[in-house]
Nanobody
Framework: QVQLVESGGGLVQAGGSLRLTCAAS????????MGWFRQVPGKEREFVAA???????VYADSLKVRFSISRDGAKNTGFLQMNSLRPEDTAVYYC?????????????????WGQGTQVTVSS
């Protein structure tokens, strides 16, 4: 299992930026794919981005211009850089790990989850 702890959420004005961090432990960097999802109350969890240990990435089409995923192998940490934020980006953002090393876009592809961090974008 991979233990995941997100941080970096908060309140930001529309047009601003935030950088989310996901600190991982329990398994080495190269043993899982890291993904980011988001969820608003009453809606299904939405895929944002994912990155394999060797740098392959996939993004939600609607977010790839403004969001960027990265990972730091030395620190076993992942990041989600979010720019030009909009009120509709308001959600709880979750970090997830797929220990089967796929590059999936479904929440069912991921077997480990963090607790989430709230991002609120004001208009």
């Amino acid at each position: 299992q991979v233990q995941l702890v997100e941080s970096g959420g908060g309140l930001v004005q529309a047009g601003g930026s935030l950088r989310l961090t996901c600190a991982a432990s329990g398994r080495p960097f190269g043993s899982y794919t890291m993904g980011w999802f988001r969820q608003v109350p009453g809606k299904e969890r939405e895929f944002v981005a994912a990155m394999t240990w060797n740098g392959n990435t996939v993004y939600a089409d609607s977010l790839k211009v403004r969001f960027s995923i990265s990972r730091d192998g030395a620190k076993n940490t992942g990041f989600l850089q979010m720019n030009s934020l909009r009120p509709e980006d308001t959600a709880v953002y979750y970090c997830a790990a797929d220990t089967r090393l796929r590059l999936g876009t479904s929440e069912y592809d991921y077997d480990c989850w963090g607790q989430g961090t709230q991002v609120t974008v004001s208009s």
